[in-house]
């Protein structure tokens, strides 16, 4: 990973885009990906579509989802401590001492998930945190002055906690679900242009919105776009660390490669090739197994009106939908390389039907 391209994630892991309010990253994904598409678009809840060589019939979908877990302002009461439901599968565990940023009508606001300190509670009867007693402290003394500070029921909340790395092999953030896939998708843009690669067919490069709360971005631009295929990226649980259950939840694991998920909403022959390719190109992959759904974009596309051929490629990550969620730098090339060599390898009107 060059210099700019690490400068580019890292800013884009530090930016907010919360579900339904994606705008302000995908204005940051689109800057940086301009110099590398032929052109773009934006449908009406904000997913982005950057096009390469726009115009041919034979279509063909890289994509990942831009939004990240939250907190909607539910309810402000008489001393100014505010109560949140979520937006998205946010984990009312980890809130507790939390900093957040209120993004209110007036700007950002600053605030604090409270919690009594351990020496006043009683612990015979320990209080867990819950939607029920968990609050934000913006710092005022009363409703009126939380309202003045533009906040108001249906404002958005974040947690706030910027990327670092650990031990130069790792990089640490919130919402590496799934900001990792868009700078992904984005860097295969990147090394296209770079490299000069014409591509016989229209490649889209997606990043779709309110992927956390059904897939609802991915379902309307499957519908839009119409692709004759799809491949997602999404991030999958690195099973090696603490607290989980191999046998039940598969053995996947941080550098270890791209994780290719073999499920029914995964079509076969794409999956082979995708396989076809990395063994080719001597990447290191791992397997997973879906027994339904992949719970990913993937089933949007895949089940979409017309049916699209779709495989998904996981990034193993650590600590899902936490503010410390962590996945390393050497997967992260290996999920570039394996969808670029993918792209570059394929022919334009190539049928994955099973017979004809």
Not at 60 to 83: C, M, P, Q, R, T
Not at 216 to 239: F, N
């Amino acid at each position: 990973m060059n210099a700019k391209s690490k400068k580019f994630l890292h800013s884009y892991l530090n930016n907010n885009s919360p579900v339904g309010f994606e705008s302000p990253g995908q204005k940051l994904w689109l800057d940086y990906l301009k110099p590398y598409i032929d052109e773009y678009e934006v449908d009406v809840y904000g997913t982005a579509i950057a096009v390469i060589n726009p115009g041919c019939d034979y279509k063909v979908v890289l994509e990942a989802h831009a939004d990240e877990i939250s907190w909607f302002v539910n309810y402000i009461d008489d001393k100014g401590y505010i109560y949140v439901v979520r937006n998205g599968g946010s984990d009312h565990q980890i809130a507790p001492s939390m900093r957040v940023k209120l993004h209110g009508d007036k700007g950002a606001v600053d605030g604090v998930f409270g919690w009594p300190a351990i020496h006043v509670r009683d612990r015979s009867k320990e209080p867990q945190p819950s939607l029920k007693n968990l609050s934000i402290d913006v710092g005022a003394d009363n409703k009126e002055e939380v309202e003045k500070m533009g906040i108001h029921v249906g404002t958005v909340v974040t947690f706030e906690a910027d990327a670092m790395e650990l031990n130069k092999k790792y990089v640490v953030a919130r919402a590496l679900d799934n900001r990792a896939g868009g700078f992904m998708i984005a860097e295969v843009a990147r090394l296209l242009k770079e490299k000069k690669k014409k591509l016989p067919f229209t490649l889209y490069i997606v990043n779709a919105v309110q992927e956390e709360v059904g897939l609802r971005g991915a379902e309307m631009v499957s519908r839009r776009i119409k692709p004759d295929l799809a491949i997602v990226t999404d991030v999958c649980h690195d099973t090696h660390s603490p607290m989980y259950n191999k046998k039940e939840q598969g053995d996947t694991k941080c550098g270890g490669g791209p994780c290719l998920t073999t499920g029914p909403a995964v079509q076969n022959n794409l999956l082979k090739m995708i396989i076809d390719v990395a063994d080719k190109k001597k990447i290191p992959f791992q397997r997973m197994a879906a027994s339904r759904w992949t719970g990913t974009d993937t089933d949007a596309f895949a089940y979409s009106d017309i049916g699209v051929a779709s495989a998904l490629i996981s990034l193993p990550l650590k600590y899902m939908h936490t503010t410390v969620e962590t996945v390393a730098y050497d997967d992260i090339d290996a999920v570039i390389k394996l969808m670029y060599e993918f792209v570059i390898q394929l022919k334009a009107g190539h049928d994955f039907r099973y017979f004809k």
